[in-house]
């Protein structure tokens, strides 16, 4: 879960820095219209010092996605004992998975897959045992024996002999001691059935919270594939306007942000699905698709 949360930081910070690309370029095109506006006395000096001021601050946002960048590698390659010195690689773009269990088929396989549920059976196991060997100390102690033995030179003339006997502990007065034992014998077995019902709440509960956030993620990403043809349409219609002098600077300059932000949201809700599906893996103690979506490799098209 852990690596798969730094990889998936590592991904949206390699997919930011291809978003301020796509955003900078916008902007070149913008400052380039609005100093061929001014030139040509259509334009207005504010629309260049404005464009030139938005491709500074988009720089200044690059250097805090570097400093995002280096950090979650350093945090990735820590977890896989590599060298944070060492190239990172280019990530790749997951995809979302097309079938998803439902909470009651994940919770049941999680009963029989999380390990912790193994280690309290067995705990519950052993408190059980103590219960029964407390117990038997109530019950009487039967002991059988028998020997032999031969005496040389024996002037009565009968030399070999055999014994047998019976002996028996009777606990009547061990009442006193018993009693106390059994008693906690059979606190700890309640112990242990409690801390294995509250396990299994547990891990119910985690595998529902942590399903539901996966849905949240996979309608979150639906909703911008929708969103994002619709911001490019709007910044390509904003740049012709602008071009051709039927509308102003600003719908150009916030056109092109608004895009960056739908696709920064849809690059945010990416990372955070598999994150969230990672969480829900663990959850479960067993391969659920993680592995298949994150090595996946699909292109997400608009």
Not at 3 to 16: E, K, N, Q
């Amino acid at each position: 879960m852990q690596v798969a949360s730094a990889y998936f930081d590592l991904f949206l910070a390699d997919r930011t820095e291809d978003i301020d690309d796509e955003l900078q370029a916008v902007l070149e095109v913008v400052l380039k219209v609005s100093e061929v506006r001014l030139s040509t006395g259509k334009g207005e000096q504010v629309e260049v010092l404005r464009a030139q001021g938005a491709l500074i601050q988009l720089r200044s946002e690059r250097e805090t996605n570097l400093d995002r960048r280096r950090s979650a590698w350093a945090h990735l390659a820590a977890l896989l004992d590599r060298d944070p010195a060492s190239p990172p690689g280019t990530t790749t773009e997951p995809r979302v998975l097309e079938t998803l269990l439902d909470p009651k088929a994940l919770i049941d396989r999680a009963l029989r897959e999380r390990p912790e549920l193994s280690g309290s059976l067995a705990a519950l196991e052993g408190a059980r045992a103590q219960e029964r060997l407390a117990r038997a100390n109530r019950i009487p102690d039967l002991g059988l024996f028998a020997a032999g033995m031969h005496t040389f030179n024996n002037p009565e003339g009968v030399s070999d002999f055999l014994f047998a006997g019976v002996q028996i502990n009777l606990p009547i007065f061990s009442g006193g001691k018993n009693a106390p034992r059994i008693a906690a014998a059979q606190a700890q077995v309640i112990a242990a059935e409690q801390a294995q019902h509250a396990l299994r709440n547990r891990i119910a509960a985690e595998i529902a919270e942590h399903h539901a956030h996966v849905l949240a993620e996979m309608r979150h990403i639906a909703l911008h594939h929708q969103l994002i043809p619709i911001a490019q349409n709007a910044v390509r219609s904003a740049q012709s306007s602008y071009a051709a002098g039927r509308t102003d600077f600003t719908m150009v300059l916030d056109s092109a942000k608004e895009l960056r932000m739908h696709e920064m949201d849809l690059a945010t809700h990416l990372a955070a699905y598999e994150q969230r599906l990672a969480e829900l893996q663990r959850a479960v103690g067993a391969d659920i698709g993680v592995l298949r979506a994150a090595e996946g490799g699909h292109e997400e098209h608009h």
